[in-house]
């Protein structure tokens, strides 16, 4: 028998203020939790204890992904520092090709290849942060037939990306932090999601 289509992949682009968020996000993965998680946030090139941080509130397994890695259900990858991480049909490719909008990693590098290689499979996730990466990402997943999700720029440290990724994405799901992963949760196996408000 074949699975339910449904989502495959959840991107997500998160930047200043983004440590809490993270960690609010992968603690509410439930430990069955299917779907590879992506994460590429803004830092800086000495910074080496995300993955630590982040395993310590999750049921998932959370490494930096590796060029080449295969992607595998049930676990959560990390861009690594200056480098852009780029989603292939079941692997990661890392490059050292110029910063997009001042930023390696870039979300929008991530987001587009994400939804190049997984079409309308993809849920797009924007975070908080202090600039407009990852909304033309958001945007060309949306078009391809994905799922955009925002947190509520009045929940976020740093409102500006939220608010330029509904700029960019105005039917987008907005929720505060403490919901997305709920909702994620609930998406699985689905083609529309179950709850959430759009960005009026």
Same mark, same amino acid.
């Given at each position: 028998? &074949? #699975? +339910?289509?449904?989502?495959?992949? $959840? /991107? @997500?682009?998160?930047?200043?203020?983004?440590?809490?968020? %993270?960690?609010?996000?992968?603690?509410? &993965? #439930? +430990?069955?939790?299917?779907?590879? $998680? /992506? @994460?590429?946030?803004?830092?800086?090139?000495?910074?080496? %204890?995300?993955?630590?941080?982040?395993?310590?509130?999750?049921?998932?397994?959370?490494?930096?992904?590796?060029?080449?890695?295969?992607?595998?259900?049930?676990?959560?990858?990390?861009?690594?520092?200056?480098?852009?991480?780029?989603?292939?049909?079941?692997?990661?490719?890392?490059?050292?090709?110029?910063?997009?909008?001042?930023?390696?990693?870039?979300?929008?590098?991530?987001?587009?290849?994400?939804?190049?290689?997984?079409?309308?499979?993809?849920?797009?996730?924007?975070?908080?942060?202090?600039?407009?990466?990852?909304?033309?990402?958001?945007?060309?997943?949306?078009?391809?037939?994905?799922?955009?999700?925002?947190?509520?720029?009045?929940?976020?440290?740093?409102?500006?990306?939220?608010?330029?990724?509904?700029?960019?994405?105005?039917?987008?799901?907005?929720?505060?932090?403490?919901?997305?992963?709920?909702?994620?949760?609930?998406?699985?196996?689905?083609?529309?999601?179950?709850?959430?408000?759009?960005?009026?």
């Amino acid at each position: 028998m &074949l #699975a +339910p289509p449904g989502y495959r992949l $959840v /991107v @997500v682009g998160v930047s200043a203020g983004g440590l809490m968020a %993270l960690r609010t996000l992968v603690a509410g &993965l #439930a +430990p069955e939790f299917p779907v590879p $998680v /992506v @994460v590429v946030q803004h830092r800086s090139k000495d910074s080496e %204890l995300l993955c630590e941080l982040l395993q310590e509130c999750s049921a998932l397994d959370v490494s930096e992904a590796n060029d080449k890695e295969q992607i595998i259900p049930g676990h959560v990858y990390v861009g690594p520092p200056d480098y852009h991480l780029l989603v292939e049909q079941g692997y990661f490719v890392l490059s050292t090709d110029a910063p997009v909008r001042f930023s390696r990693p870039s979300i929008d590098v991530m987001f587009e290849s994400a939804c190049d290689a997984y079409g309308p499979d993809v849920v797009g996730v924007v975070l908080t942060g202090a600039n407009a990466d990852g909304s033309r990402g958001l945007r060309r997943i949306v078009d391809r037939g994905g799922l955009a999700v925002v947190q509520d720029p009045d929940t976020a440290e740093v409102p500006v990306m939220p608010r330029q990724a509904l700029k960019a994405v105005p039917s987008a799901c907005v929720l505060p932090i403490g919901e997305i992963a709920g909702f994620l949760c609930g998406i699985h196996g689905r083609r529309t999601p179950p709850f959430g408000r759009a960005h009026a």
